[in-house]
């Protein structure tokens, strides 16, 4: 590794940047104008508005391309030696044989003039020269021709001779670092080649920045087991396990990035999904797509993921595990059944068709109708037309029977018989009688007593609110809560669940959509009407082009297309918008604690089973979650997952990391913690405080630790139960520290539980009273390990009491 800053390297890149920048302005400007130009384009053929809807969109995404990659434009270079040809082919420089760019044919002082080099520029997307035959003057670092950047080694240099990291500020070069990769070279300039982490103080440098309350790209510094990861095999499911800090997260993000940029065409209308943890986790990864320059992505907790419910509302973790067991499947499946009544006495039905006299309805005959919609195959909702026709069929004969066996009754049909006369009724006389029975309130009311038409939420609410329900369903009696109570994340797949169950998409979906397009059209044929009526008072040329195209290519029901707001969505909206959208790609952060409810509404949503789950079964925290990768994702793909891990911790420096070790060997002796990268040079501290002294000695601490961490971030994990006592002591010394639902990451100091700390890292972490955060979950020990491994550089652990000689062995001191 060496650090060439010399003037000429530093203009020689300079002029490089600056010359890409040019390009990049153009660019700009080119979508900009474009983007404006369709802007104000009006009217026109339903084909045409659709074309300005999509130029629309092509042009706003490339205007937010551009923008997002204005800093860190260009960050690598890569010098070839010509003579080896293994990474040929893979660039358009390589093929037309060109050596160097523009900004520097002859390659470095390293050699370049020894040497017939051959240089590509790596940066965040992709420029090309349209007057030289698009030569590219800057690699997109998802292309095949960028790879060499991350992984070549001296060992294994594929045809690299030195690898550069270009430092910048806005647009101006800082400094580069290299790496010869040539063995002989390196001997003879006395440059080392360096075999361990690749570009190491650019990763350094970027591992020991302040943290800003949200998550950066890596793709200056993205090293070889990660990028194996992000450029695995878009198809079939890849497990990422790793533990805290190696980069999961990370890696499943940049994996979204290379995915889109690698099969675009599939994936930008079939949009992959990324399934986080939280909201406050989402906002935390939220910047780091966009700047790497990618918007064909829906973000998304399971709280999100049943179009018209938003579901974030806390529940007690052993509700949570109950609602997450694969047995629920069966639970609503018997609730929707428990529906489907029959009661144990005849009911009265009192019909206008009778003038009002009562029919009795057995319960035998409803059994009957009962099973035969049952037996029509069909789900809950689709098979209510089959136990109405049965139904009405019955009770069509009950008043047929009334009317023959009352000699003395008025003619239904208006008929002149004699009292006395036998009523026959014919097939006509009945199919009149089931019409008419269809439209009567008290048979409609009786109906829907004894199935139900529902929608998702009404079955869940109703079993949830009810004992006898949930009894009735084979349910635990815990899950009865208020039929208002606000939708939780583990309500989720429920919802689905019971969607699957009643069908309930196909019919009400439809219905509301025609009902639309309905009010559409009449709402078109008024338009119709006024342009048509107009146009013969107000025209007196009548092939006046621009009228005839009103009335002869506006027909009603186009007119109504055009109105359609549908089209104007972009895909990931429309996929946020439908519940059985089928991602092109999911991709399951933290995927450690979905429970078996949740992973069968994931699969649902991704029929094709290309997915990244990413996690670390030794964080798991929900009671619910996973144990093992195998026994979460065989019941779906068995035996066909492909696991791959990664080992090194780039987020917790090896101080702190000892800590977190000795919690991990109580959770499980065998499980290795991943090794850390680097260390922070400064030990981690454990106090022991008198109890009724611990809001005090969290206000002293939090105080200096807020010093200590500059303009970094300090993070305070608590246990979710002393937030009363101990957020009030913070906020004393600390008013602008962030606590809440979902507290501003962006704060310098920001209070939260291990639950809101999940996927995190703060400069600075102060972990409060280790033994509570224990005892307030059944997995508190893993919740234990989250905690100590959200810090960067320093971590303070506060104890109420004594240290105990057990704390004191956990933490390693
Ligand atoms: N190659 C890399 N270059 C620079 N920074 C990196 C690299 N890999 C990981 N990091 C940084 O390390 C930190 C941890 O990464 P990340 O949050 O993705 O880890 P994780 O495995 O998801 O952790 P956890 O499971 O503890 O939540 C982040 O700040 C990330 O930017």
Same mark, same amino acid.
């Given at each position: $590794? %060496?650090?060439?800053?010399?003037?000429?390297?530093?203009?020689?890149?300079?002029?490089?940047?600056?010359?890409?920048?040019?390009?990049?302005?153009?660019?700009?400007?080119?979508?900009?104008?474009?983007?404006?130009?369709?802007?104000?384009?009006?009217?026109?053929?339903?084909?045409?508005?659709?074309?300005?809807? %999509?130029?629309?969109?092509?042009?706003?995404?490339?205007?937010?391309?551009?923008?997002?990659?204005?800093?860190?434009?260009?960050?690598?270079?890569?010098?070839?030696?010509?003579?080896?040809?293994?990474?040929?082919?893979?660039?358009?420089?390589? #093929?037309?044989?060109?050596?160097?760019?523009?900004?520097?044919?002859?390659?470095?002082?390293?050699?370049?003039?020894?040497?017939?080099?051959?240089?590509?520029?790596?940066?965040?997307?992709?420029?090309?020269?349209?007057?030289?035959?698009?030569?590219?003057?800057?690699?997109?670092?998802?292309?095949?021709?960028?790879?060499?950047?991350?992984?070549?080694?001296?060992?294994?240099?594929?045809?690299?001779?030195?690898?550069?990291?270009?430092?910048?500020?806005?647009?101006?070069?800082?400094?580069?670092?290299? #790496?010869?990769?040539?063995?002989?070279?390196?001997?003879?300039?006395?440059?080392?080649?360096?075999?361990? *982490?690749?570009?190491?103080?650019?990763?350094?440098?970027?591992?020991?920045?302040?943290?800003?309350?949200?998550?950066?790209?890596?793709?200056?510094?993205?090293?070889?087991?990660?990028?194996?990861?992000?450029?695995?095999?878009?198809?079939?499911?890849?497990?990422?396990?790793?533990?805290?800090?190696?980069?999961?997260?990370?890696?499943?993000?940049?994996?979204?990035?290379? =995915?889109?940029?690698?099969?675009?065409?599939?994936?930008?209308?079939?949009?992959?999904?990324?399934?986080?943890?939280?909201?406050?986790?989402?906002?935390?990864?939220?910047?780091?797509?966009?700047?790497?320059? #990618?918007?064909?992505?829906?973000?998304?907790?399971?709280?999100?993921?049943?179009?018209?419910?938003?579901?974030?509302?806390?529940?007690?973790?052993?509700?949570?595990? &109950?609602?997450?067991?694969?047995? $629920?499947?069966?639970? @609503?499946?018997?609730?929707?059944?428990?529906?489907?009544?029959?009661?144990?006495?005849? &009911?009265? &039905?009192?019909?206008?068709?009778?003038?009002?006299?009562?029919?009795?309805?057995?319960?035998?005959?409803?059994?009957?109708?009962?099973?035969?919609?049952?037996? %029509?195959?069909?789900?809950?909702?689709?098979?209510?037309?089959?136990?109405?026709?049965?139904?009405?069929?019955?009770?069509?004969?009950?008043?047929?029977?009334?009317?023959?066996?009352?000699?003395?009754?008025?003619?239904?049909?208006?008929?002149?018989?004699?009292?006395?006369?036998?009523?026959?009724?014919?097939?006509?006389? =009945?199919?009149?009688?089931?019409?008419? @029975?269809?439209?009567?309130?008290?048979?409609?009311?009786?109906?829907?007593?004894?199935?139900?038409?529902?929608?998702?939420?009404?079955?869940?609410?109703?079993?949830?609110?009810?004992?006898?329900?949930?009894?009735?369903?084979?349910?635990?009696?815990?899950?009865?809560? %208020?039929?208002?109570?606000?939708?939780?994340?583990?309500?989720?797949?429920? @919802?689905?669940?019971?969607?699957?169950?009643?069908?309930?998409?196909?019919?009400?979906?439809?219905?509301?959509?025609?009902?639309?397009?309905?009010?559409?059209?009449?709402?078109? #044929?008024?338009?119709?009407?006024?342009?048509?009526?107009?146009?013969?008072?107000?025209?007196?040329?009548?092939?006046?082009?621009?009228?005839?195209?009103?009335?002869?290519?506006?027909?009603?029901?186009?007119?109504?297309?055009?109105?359609?707001?549908?089209?104007?969505?972009?895909?990931?909206?429309?996929?946020?918008?439908?519940?059985?959208?089928?991602? /092109?790609?999911?991709?399951?952060?933290?995927?450690?604690?979905?429970?078996? $409810?949740?992973?069968?509404?994931?699969?649902?949503?991704?029929?094709?089973?290309?997915?990244?789950?990413?996690?670390?079964?030794?964080?798991? /925290?929900?009671?619910?979650?996973?144990?093992?990768?195998?026994?979460?994702?065989?019941?779906?793909?068995?035996?066909?997952?492909?696991?791959?891990?990664?080992?090194?911790?780039?987020?917790?420096?090896?101080?702190? $990391?000892?800590?977190?070790?000795?919690?991990?060997?109580?959770?499980?002796?065998?499980?290795?913690?991943?090794?850390?990268?680097?260390?922070?040079?400064?030990?981690?501290? *454990?106090?022991?405080?008198?109890?009724?002294?611990?809001?005090?000695?969290?206000?002293?601490?939090?105080?200096?630790?807020?010093?200590?961490?500059?303009?970094?971030?300090?993070?305070?994990?608590?246990?979710? /139960?002393?937030?009363?006592?101990?957020?009030?002591?913070?906020?004393?010394?600390?008013?602008?520290?962030?606590?809440?639902?979902?507290?501003?990451?962006?704060?310098?100091?920001?209070?939260?539980?291990?639950?809101?700390?999940?996927? @995190?890292?703060?400069?600075?972490?102060?972990?409060?009273?280790?033994?509570?955060?224990?005892?307030?979950?059944?997995?508190?020990?893993?919740?234990?390990?989250?905690?100590?491994?959200?810090?960067?550089?320093?971590?303070? *652990?506060?104890?109420?009491?004594?240290?105990?000689?057990?704390?004191?062995?956990?933490?390693?001191?």
């Amino acid at each position: $590794m %060496s650090n060439a800053s010399d003037a000429s390297e530093l203009a020689i890149e300079q002029a490089h940047l600056t010359m890409l920048y040019g390009h990049l302005d153009t660019l700009r400007e080119e979508a900009s104008t474009q983007l404006q130009r369709a802007l104000l384009q009006t009217g026109g053929t339903p084909a045409d508005r659709s074309h300005r809807d %999509s130029a629309t969109a092509l042009y706003t995404d490339r205007l937010a391309q551009y923008t997002a990659v204005e800093n860190g434009l260009c960050f690598g270079r890569l010098d070839f030696d010509r003579s080896d040809a293994t990474d040929r082919g893979q660039a358009g420089s390589d #093929e037309d044989g060109k050596a160097g760019s523009p900004g520097d044919p002859g390659g470095g002082p390293d050699g370049g003039a020894a040497k017939n080099t051959e240089v590509r520029y790596i940066g965040r997307i992709g420029i090309f020269d349209e007057d030289n035959d698009y030569e590219p003057l800057l690699i997109d670092w998802r292309a095949p021709a960028s790879r060499p950047f991350y992984l070549a080694t001296a060992a294994a240099p594929e045809g690299v001779r030195r690898r550069r990291h270009i430092r910048t500020e806005q647009r101006t070069v800082t400094g580069v670092d290299d #790496e010869v990769l040539d063995l002989d070279e390196a001997h003879h300039t006395g440059r080392g080649a360096h075999d361990g *982490v690749a570009g190491e103080a650019a990763l350094l440098s970027a591992l020991n920045a302040s943290r800003t309350g949200r998550m950066k790209d890596i793709v200056e510094t993205i090293q070889a087991e990660q990028d194996h990861v992000i450029r695995g095999d878009l198809n079939g499911v890849l497990v990422v396990q790793g533990g805290p800090g190696t980069g999961k997260t990370a890696v499943a993000l940049h994996r979204a990035a290379y =995915l889109l940029y690698t099969h675009r065409q599939m994936l930008s209308s079939r949009v992959v999904l990324i399934v986080g943890p939280n909201p406050t986790f989402l906002r935390y990864i939220s910047q780091v797509l966009p700047s790497l320059a #990618e918007t064909g992505v829906l973000l998304g907790t399971m709280g999100d993921l049943f179009p018209g419910v938003v579901a974030h509302a806390d529940e007690p973790a052993t509700i949570t595990e &109950i609602k997450g067991r694969a047995e $629920m499947v069966d639970v @609503l499946a018997a609730a929707v059944q428990d529906r489907q009544r029959v009661p144990d006495e005849p &009911i009265a &039905i009192r019909l206008d068709i009778l003038d009002g006299a009562p029919v009795m309805l057995d319960p035998e005959v409803i059994a009957d109708a009962r099973e035969r919609a049952r037996r %029509s195959g069909k789900l809950h909702n689709l098979a209510r037309p089959v136990f109405d026709t049965e139904i009405i069929h019955a009770l069509s004969l009950l008043v047929a029977d009334t009317i023959g066996i009352d000699p003395y009754a008025d003619d239904p049909l208006g008929g002149d018989d004699a009292p006395g006369d036998p009523q026959i009724l014919d097939e006509a006389d =009945l199919a009149e009688i089931r019409r008419e @029975l269809r439209g009567e309130a008290e048979v409609l009311g009786a109906l829907d007593w004894l199935w139900p038409i529902l929608t998702p939420q009404q079955l869940v609410a109703g079993l949830f609110a009810s004992e006898i329900r949930l009894t009735a369903a084979g349910a635990p009696l815990e899950l009865r809560r %208020s039929a208002r109570a606000a939708w939780t994340p583990a309500d989720v797949p429920l @919802l689905d669940e019971a969607a699957e169950l009643l069908g309930e998409d196909e019919t009400i979906r439809e219905i509301i959509a025609e009902r639309q397009r309905k009010r559409q059209i009449a709402y078109a #044929e008024g338009a119709l009407e006024i342009a048509f009526g107009s146009r013969s008072i107000d025209v007196e040329d009548e092939d006046d082009p621009e009228l005839l195209s009103v009335t002869d290519l506006l027909e009603a029901d186009r007119l109504a297309d055009r109105q359609d707001e549908g089209s104007a969505l972009t895909p990931a909206e429309r996929a946020a918008a439908d519940r059985k959208w089928a991602f /092109g790609h999911v991709i399951v952060d933290e995927a450690q604690e979905l429970s078996p $409810m949740a992973w069968r509404l994931l699969m649902r949503r991704c029929p094709s089973r290309s997915m990244t789950v990413v996690g670390d079964v030794a964080q798991t /925290g929900d009671l619910g979650g996973a144990a093992s990768w195998a026994s979460a994702l065989d019941p779906y793909v068995p035996g066909r997952w492909r696991l791959r891990e990664l080992t090194v911790n780039y987020r917790t420096p090896t101080e702190i $990391m000892a800590v977190a070790a000795g919690v991990l060997a109580g959770i499980d002796p065998d499980l290795e913690p991943p090794r850390s990268v680097r260390e922070a040079g400064v030990d981690p501290w *454990v106090r022991g405080v008198a109890p009724a002294r611990l809001p005090d000695a969290l206000a002293e601490a939090a105080t200096t630790e807020a010093v200590e961490a500059g303009d970094g971030r300090l993070g305070i994990i608590l246990p979710a /139960g002393t937030f009363a006592d101990l957020v009030p002591a913070v906020l004393k010394v600390l008013p602008d520290a962030a606590v809440g639902d979902e507290p501003e990451l962006a704060a310098k100091v920001v209070v939260l539980t291990v639950k809101q700390a999940k996927g @995190l890292e703060f400069d600075g972490v102060i972990v409060v009273d280790p033994d509570r955060i224990v005892e307030e979950s059944p997995r508190g020990a893993n919740d234990l390990y989250v905690a100590l491994t959200r810090a960067t550089q320093r971590l303070g *652990v506060l104890h109420p009491g004594v240290l105990p000689e057990s704390l004191l062995a956990v933490v390693g001191i």
